[in-house]
């Protein structure tokens, strides 16, 4: 398989989620579309100087791979569609070694993180992949409304979003502010028809999201499949469920 890896740099987080949504409606599947804004980007430049450019609004990784005439082809469709969509730049990786920088730049992101903030909350809730444009936006307004930063760093090729609520918890209005974030911006998730999770899962934290997103009848139906696999109820027990205990009831 050949690899072709591109780094879009935008103005806006607006302008790389339109184009992320041009890219799926174009029939594009890439191996890879994450999406970096310029909080990030700023804290991994400033770990690891990749080259990120430090006022751009956001920056799109785009990974694509196959057969090397058709991953070609598609560089060029992806390259129009970033373009149309305002990209004001589009860097190729060169080689190996320029590619594995990118993804090393990304994959370390949320460790750079702690040189802007003393602590986050992150999400990971899930948006259709047409709708990501929209819970960007609705990010950036939950970001003014609760007088928190909330950058991103995200899978926004399936619409897994991870903002990331930066808060100190020395400050307890603002832990309180950041869980409040958290929570309205899981609940645009549902309501756009998406989910709370899409790669950490429910656990403790986001048991009562459970009955937001799920009915009754398909809460049951779990419960009878987890019946039938764990009758005994001892792979992780407590988590997941509305009824569950929480962990502040095993306090002695």
């Not at 980007?41 to 751009?56: K, M, Q, R, W």
């Not at 899981?186 to 899962?201: A, F, R, Y």
Request: include cysteine; glycine fraction near 8%.
């Amino acid at each position: 398989a050949t690899f072709k890896t591109f780094l879009g740099v935008f103005d806006s987080v607006d302008d790389a989620s339109q184009t992320v949504s041009g890219i799926i409606s174009a029939g594009v599947i890439p191996a890879a579309l994450e999406m970096m804004d310029q909080l990030i980007t700023a804290a991994v430049e400033e770990a690891y100087h990749f080259g990120f450019p430090l006022d751009a609004g956001a920056v799109l990784i785009i990974e694509l791979d196959g057969l090397a005439d058709g991953v070609e082809e598609q560089g060029q469709l992806v390259e129009t569609i970033c373009r149309a969509h305002g990209a004001r730049e589009i860097r190729a990786a060169k080689n190996d070694s320029e590619r594995a920088a990118i993804w090393k730049s990304r994959k370390r992101a949320f460790g750079a993180v702690g040189r802007i903030s003393p602590n986050y909350l992150t999400q990971d809730g899930v948006v259709p992949r047409s709708q990501v444009p929209e819970i960007m936006r609705f990010i950036v307004a939950t970001s003014k409304k609760y007088n928190l930063r909330i950058p991103n760093v995200f899978h926004a090729g399936d619409g897994n979003i991870h903002p990331l609520i930066l808060f100190d918890e020395r400050k307890p209005d603002e832990v309180k502010r950041a869980l409040q974030a958290g929570e309205a911006i899981l609940n645009k998730c549902v309501e756009m028809g998406g989910s709370v999770s899409g790669e950490h899962g429910i656990g403790v934290e986001k048991i009562d999201f459970m009955e937001r997103q799920f009915a009754k009848a398909d809460l049951e139906a779990m419960q009878m499949l987890r019946q039938a696999f764990d009758p005994d109820k001892r792979c992780n027990p407590h988590k997941m469920f509305p009824g569950s205990k929480r962990c502040s009831e095993f306090a002695p």
